[in-house]
């Protein structure tokens, strides 16, 4: 599927912005996860202040709910046992009581939040 954006911080841009102006009111409650380190020594060092592999790139707490919000772009390529990690995650944060999606769509990004955000 083709997208309209040319890599996955573009998507991730595009939904963060488009959350700012539907729900204003709701500023600090959708946020990145800077889930990526440099190198091995940075990720041993974040590890030891918290960081978990496969956290979603964006989390929304809102109306006493708590998602993961996983974003993938056609052109991007991860290794199985990276998307693995991820799913992983996205499984812990439903057992939790949580909501999580992995998606490409922005459509289906959207609906997911605004399901979250209005009911």
């Not at 998602?67 to 944060?93: D, F, N, R, Y």
């Not at 909501?99 to 399901?115: H, L």
């Amino acid at each position: 599927m083709a997208s309209k954006y040319k890599n996955e911080s573009q998507f991730q841009n595009a939904i963060v912005v488009w959350f700012s102006r539907e729900y204003p009111h709701l500023y600090g409650s959708l946020f990145e996860v800077n889930n990526n380190p440099k190198n091995i020594k940075e990720a041993m060092f974040r590890r030891g202040m918290g960081m978990i592999a496969g956290v979603s790139d964006l989390v929304l707490i809102a109306n006493g709910k708590f998602a993961g919000i996983e974003l993938k772009h056609p052109a991007t390529k991860h290794a199985k046992s990276h998307i693995e990690q991820q799913l992983k995650w996205g499984m812990h944060v439903k057992e939790q009581g949580g909501y999580y999606i992995m998606s490409e769509s922005e459509d289906e990004i959207k609906y997911f939040i605004k399901k979250i955000v209005e009911e």
